[in-house]
């Protein structure tokens, strides 16, 4: 999802120099709500499930004009290579390059400081069409009535848009993406401490629900009543909406941190120790967005054992006095 959403970085600009332009945006259909509003886009195409001959099949009936291949490996190639299209736009690798008649050799170091080189990669896509680089970001689009919604999932959990609400992204994708929880319930603890008021809203896959049930019997009684534990959310445009109503997003960086920078909420990123902060720390909101590593605090260490609540106090006394209301 997060490769997704860094991909449709390229869109506005591609409709900008191309204002008469349709745009079809070919990926796996479980990451399509990710896009859903995106203006940007006149067509979703989903890899076919029984194989690439059937996606093959569905490219070259679309008789494109010009292919750019994002994603730049083999199977990928082949279907840019063999869609009919006569501008054809991809990584240059050593096996891939024969399949574009503009291979694309990736810079090294950013232009920006607030984007990544995998925004600026899949920026320097555009470069053949003489597109020339300017910052941008992923942007996750709203539907009315997904707001409107969300707005009914707040009253129904008693909480409206006047309080100070904080999204908490719990758990990462997977163990070795997880601040420790026993150092989760510190920072949710030191949370409800800087901020009496603030409601929390803890945001986990289902199949984590055991794992929170472990983590709030670890905070005390006075963070428990901060948090809203009947809060839910369905799918991920429910999170997304759910969390465009709230004052801020902290927690471990994956999907749900992205969504939040992407609508444009001030974001409190924990990085796991393996994730290259330069790879994923894109902010179009330098002066609130805080991207932490355990680096920053021991050099060279790859345990999250070695990143200790304490290394996060002060950034967060700091980001919560910016983001939530006295």
Known sequence: MGDVLVTSTILPLLKKKYPQSE?????????????????????VTFFHKDGMVK????????????????????????????????????FFKKYTQFFYNHPVKRQMQVKSTNTTLGIE???????????PFEEAFPKVYLLEEEVKNAKRILRENNLSTEDDLIMIS??????????????????????????????????????????????????????QNSIVKTFDTKNLREFAAVTSLCRCLIG???GATNVS???????????????????????????MDKFLHV????????????????????????????????
């Open 121 to 131: 990669h899949r920026l320097q896509m555009l470069e053949p069409l003489n597109i």
């Open 55 to 90: 996606t093959l099949s569905e490219v070259k009936s679309k008789k494109f004009d010009m292919v750019i291949d994002l994603y730049s490996k083999m199977e990928t190639g082949i279907i840019t290579l063999l869609s009919g299209a006569k501008t054809r736009i991809g």
């Open 295 to 326: 680096t920053d605090h021991v050099q060279n260490s790859t345990s999250y054992s070695d990143f200790k609540p304490s290394f996060l106090k002060n950034d967060l006394k700091e980001f919560l006095d910016q983001t939530i209301l006295n």
């Open 23 to 43: 745009i079809s945006f070919l990926l796996d259909e479980k990451h399509a709500q990710i896009l859903i509003g995106n203006p940007y886009i006149d067509h």
């Open 170 to 223: 719990t758990f990462g994708s997977s163990e070795e993406k997880t601040y420790p929880i026993e150092y989760m319930a510190e920072l949710l603890n030191d949370i409800a401490a800087y901020k009496p008021n603030a409601k929390i809203l803890c945001n986990y896959l289902p199949s984590q629900k055991a794992l929170f049930e472990e983590l709030y019997h670890l905070i005390s009684e006075k963070t």
């Open 261 to 287: 920078k992407a609508l444009d909420i001030p974001t409190f990123t924990i990085f796991s120790p393996h994730i290259k902060i330069s790879h994923w720390a894109w902010t179009s909101n330098p002066k």
């Open 252 to 254: 471990n960086e994956g």
